[in-house]
């Protein structure tokens, strides 16, 4: 049977004239609906959505917390095992004369500010805190929560969520597609990393219901990252001294974002995201990007100077080599509850942490996915992966060392006799530079925070609208679309803040793990496919057959 040609073209029909000029109705069409139906349902049915919102989640994190952590390891082993070997590493994002469009620093910029930054600045002293007075290995007895003891294994759990993992699962995605839209000259859109698996069959409604899902698990995605960034820049806002109109405090005295601050809020930050993601790309968020990096370095650089420097230094060391060798056997293990007290607190601790990380970053995958084959294309395989998951990983891995080190040192000695421990996730990184500066300069230093956290959150919501747009447009990049620029920043602003409203945060995740659900089945047929290209492009390559899009063309 002879060989194949791969297939280097995909009709994907879109509008020829009016509102949708440019865009696949279907897919466009079907999003927008949903999305709206998900508002209209929160706001007039607020209990209703909330309970059933909350149902779902429990019957997927009873009856698929297995499938997440499987589905997450193999996408670590095929990002990594694809880089790692010879045949494929070497293998260019797009022509082999190509090369990349932004520098090695704005590459490193837009990847780390989209992907993880806002919520590296909420979990960077969030996470070690927590995991300092409970994780796995204090519940099963093998440290004492709150001790010196338990910082080691505090880190490794916090690595566990912030590293390898969640990079893998983005670089697959955006792997994916970069190797079908600039090897083979599809279109940079999701349903274009199943050829393989599918072919043309995805012209139809089988590749728009990808589309949908696609468009749907990045709105859920963006928006529980952008309700985090809200909460705490409200707290940021409240510790500078806007008032106390800003927050409310709950019967269990708990405090949150009043209703006019977040309204507030997104106005502000999706009213900015709008205008910067009608510049493009290589304007407004680029900019935003090394405006944003340029700040974590400086915040970054305080906390290793000025901060418990040693401490973090020896946490970063560790905590590293304990995930390092832990890293295999973490990344497969499920527990569930066995009928103990600590089976049941084991599989609760796993929920609420892993499996709901899991499927936050692959809520977050076609977004911040397609948004790394965007900025990608010219490099290697090789190039793209290391560069992709190494560098962020670390990058997280140093913010987590340095900040939320000095957070449990200064608990540990008890010079924030509290501070930092009572209060809320997303006052914490403010109450960390409350009890280790003067009130002058704390207050400079939140407002350096507020500030970065803007930055981030315009960035993220911008490049997800943008995104969003080229899934809606058959992949097409060029299209502005103003209305629909402005549609979906408006759609975003108006999920985050209706389920904070109905629900808080807990809403927002709850709709996050079941919009994820259907996208994790996606992702794992891209990694099958992905994996099938390149295994033929090699039987083709050896048999002097054409491989990509331009050897094709040049026949």
Known sequence: MPLKPPLT????????????????KDVTITAKI??????LWAVAFPNQAAGVLSHLNGVILASFNYWYVYVVAFFVVVSLGLAIWPTSGRLRLGAEHERPEFSAFSWFSMMFGAGMGIGVLTYATGEPIYHFQNNPDVIKGLVEGGSAETVRSAYKWAFLHWGLSPWGA?????LALAFFAYRRGLPLTIRSALTPLFGDRLSGYAGHA????????????VAQTLGFGVEQFVAGLSRIGFGDWLLVTEADGTQKASVVAIVLSLVIIMGASTLSALSGVGKGIKWLSNINMALSVFLLAFFLFFGSTVFGLSALATGLYDYLVAFPRMLVTVWSDDGTATGAALESWQGSWTIFYWAWWIAFAPFVGLFLARISRGRTIREYVFGAMLVPSVMCFVWFALIGGTAIDLELSGVAEGAILGTGL??????????LLSDGLAWAFSVVVAILL??????????AVLIINTINAAGDEGPKARPHIIFWGAALALVVGALLIIGGLGAIQTA???GALPFSVVMALMGVALIKAIIRDSIRGRAGLPVTADQIAGE
């Open 9 to 24: 073209e995909l009709e994907i029909k879109t509008a020829d004239s009016g509102f949708y000029k440019g865009f696949t």
């Open 34 to 39: 949903l999305v709206a139906a998900l508002i």
């Open 170 to 174: 983005y670089a697959l995605t955006g």
């Open 210 to 221: 990808v589309d949908v899902v696609a468009v749907i698990a990045t709105v859920l995605g």
């Open 426 to 435: 997303s006052d914490q990184l403010y109450a960390t530079l409350a009890v």
């Open 454 to 463: 803007m930055t981030y959150l315009v960035t993220s919501a911008d490049s």
């Open 512 to 514: 996050m793990i079941i």
